[in-house]
């Protein structure tokens, strides 16, 4: 199961696309960061595109098993701060319109 994380850095926003992968050798982190969508403005604006034109989602996400459903939730999780679960996600993007 994938899900988005976020990190903190220089007073940016990134934003990640994590797998839960357990004990890992070498590590105490039970996640896995297997795509990296950049800070948090860039990444919604990409995602938004992807939305429109489909055949420019990347084919990394394809092979991890992503598709428009989890696109939709992304951005709707980017925009409210609420994940699926109601886990709360806080951003500095708020809906924009692009």
């Known amino acids: 199961m994938a899900y988005l994380s976020q990190v903190k850095s220089n007073g940016k926003q990134y934003i990640y696309l994590c797998m839960y992968v357990g004990t890992q050798q070498y590590s105490t982190r039970k996640e896995r960061r297997v795509y990296s969508f950049g800070e948090s403005k860039k990444a919604l604006i990409r995602m938004k595109r992807w939305k ?47």
Not at 71 to 83: C, D, Y
């Open 52 to 98: 429109r034109k489909f055949s420019e989602f990347p084919r990394e996400l394809l092979d991890l098993g992503c598709g428009m459903k989890e696109l939709e939730e992304w951005i709707q999780t980017i925009e409210t701060g609420v994940t699926k679960t109601g886990r709360k996600f806080m951003t500095s993007v708020k809906r924009a319109t692009f």
